[in-house]
């Protein structure tokens, strides 16, 4: 089993900046694991932010976060970060970290990814 448990979450106003982690632990887990980022508001669906391979590349972005968002991961420490610059009230949403251990398949669909965290919710205020 993974355990995957977000942190950093908050309230702030827009153009200010956030940045969440996510611990993975577990006897399963691996530095091998692809990492992502996604996000839910309200009465949406939710929604792939970022994401992030093994050894950092292959960095993908959803348009809206481009620029602004930054996604990396510390494989000694299990750790993968979402540094949000410039936050807009847009981007209000609870907000989980993902794992999968295949490489098939896209890395932006939400079915792919076998392991989720609680969320960390995240509001912007205009």
């Known amino acids: 089993q993974v355990q995957l448990v977000e942190s950093g979450g908050g309230l702030v106003q827009a153009g200010s900046s956030l940045r969440l982690s996510c611990a993975a632990s577990?006897?399963?887990?691996?530095?091998?694991?692809?990492m992502a980022w996604f996000r839910q508001a309200p009465g949406q669906e939710r929604e792939f932010v970022a994401a992030?391979?093994?050894?950092?590349?292959?960095?993908l972005y959803t348009d809206s976060v481009k620029g602004r968002f930054t996604i990396s991961r510390d494989n000694a420490k299990n750790t993968v970060y979402l540094q949000m610059n410039s936050l807009k009230p847009e981007d209000t949403a609870l907000y989980y970290c993902?794992?999968?251990?295949?490489?098939?398949?896209?890395?932006?669909?939400?079915?792919?990814?076998?392991?989720w965290g609680q969320g960390t919710q995240v509001t912007v205020s205009s």
């Open positions: 992030i391979r093994q050894n950092g590349g292959n960095i």
């Open positions: 577990g006897r399963t887990f691996s530095s091998s694991y692809c």
């Open positions: 993902a794992a999968r251990q295949s490489f098939f398949g896209s890395d932006y669909d939400l079915k792919n990814y076998n392991y």
